[in-house]
């Protein structure tokens, strides 16, 4: 297995979109079927299949379509907190939790109003 960190970005696109079209190929869906159903162009899943990712956006809708996302997956999980840091998050909310008044309106004392 080759170091991703060095491949240049043009081989590592180049991979990407050779990947996905074999994934495509492989469960027999055309083209024009995986564009309309993931709402990406014809002419843009051509050209991430030929290794042009111009659009993040677009690479997302098609993973998603061919239910590939997992392969962000550790880039959206949340970090658990050490139990430091959770006393420290909880203590600054506490800190900083909005004072409300504790007295009441007292209707007995209004003051008419020339409106």
């Known amino acids: 297995m080759e170091n991703v960190y060095t491949l240049p970005d043009s081989v590592i696109l180049q991979r990407i979109g ?3 079209k ?3 190929l492989r469960r027999n869906i055309t083209q024009s079927s995986l564009a309309e159903s993931s709402g990406v162009s014809l002419s843009t ?3 991430i299949e030929g290794g042009e990712i ?3 956006d677009s690479l997302l809708r098609l993973l998603r379509t061919l239910g590939k996302l997992d392969v962000f997956q550790q880039l959206v999980d949340e970090e658990p ?3 430091a840091q959770y006393y420290e998050l909880v203590s600054s909310a506490q ?3 909005r004072k409300r008044a504790a007295g009441h309106l007292d209707n007995t004392k ?3 109003s020339e409106w």
Do not use: N, T, V
């Open 18 to 20: 050779s990947k996905l």
């Open 81 to 83: 907190l050490s139990p």
């Open 54 to 56: 111009g659009s993040f």
């Open 95 to 97: 800190q900083k939790a």
């Open 22 to 24: 074999d994934i495509r």
């Open 110 to 112: 209004k003051e008419k």
């Open 45 to 47: 899943l051509k050209k």
